[in-house]
């Protein structure tokens, strides 16, 4: 999920490096092994570079192939036939276990305190902030609600939250979660 800041520092650098001029493409390429969604930064280029002189520019990724793994366990060839053999370490644990537990803990409490909570995870420029703010202000007179945002970077949605008279904690998340 850590495409919307990706996509933020593409768009400043394009504009650090065309100082000011209109730019009608961006060509990007994202390895298939980066852990980036291509599609996920394609979502919202267009709403992303709004109002700066990448509006309207197309924005072009390719996305080369990885490394072939072939049948032989522990074997890879490169698309240009080198023959690589990668360190494996095996892993036999529930990365998550300690999460549940944690989540569990937090439900329990929440609970006890009659308090809901809801969580909303998805892809960037989805709604997950838009939508409950512009309903939770409707239902300003009703309802006591706040947010608990994660960003990986920004506080970007705790200010719009907040702009909006809710309360809200931000967590900068860093590189784990989005």
């Known amino acids: 999920m850590h495409e919307l800041s990706i ?21 990007l390429r994202i390895g298939s092994l980066s852990g980036v969604l291509p599609d996920a930064l394609r979502l919202c280029f267009d709403v992303a570079s709004a109002g700066t002189t990448l509006a309207g520019a197309r924005l072009r990724i390719e996305e080369p192939q990885a490394h072939e793994h072939s049948r032989e366990p522990g074997h890879t060839r490169t698309p240009d036939g080198h023959a690589h053999t990668p360190e494996l370490i095996p892993l036999e644990q529930n990365l998550l276990a300690k999460n ?64 909006a008279g809710r309360p809200v904690v931000q967590i900068n998340t860093g590189a784990g979660a989005g």
């Open 7 to 27: 996509r933020q520092s593409l768009i400043d650098a394009v504009l650090d490096r065309t100082g000011g001029q209109a730019v009608t493409g961006v060509s």
């Open 100 to 163: 549940g537990l944690l989540a569990e803990r937090n439900r329990g409490w929440l609970a006890g305190r009659n308090v809901r909570a809801l969580n909303t995870m998805n892809s960037p420029c989805f709604g997950k902030t838009t939508l409950p703010v512009l309903r939770l202000t409707e239902l300003v007179d009703r309802l006591q609600a706040g947010f608990i945002e994660g960003d990986q970077e920004t506080s970007l949605d705790a200010d719009r939250i907040r702009k």
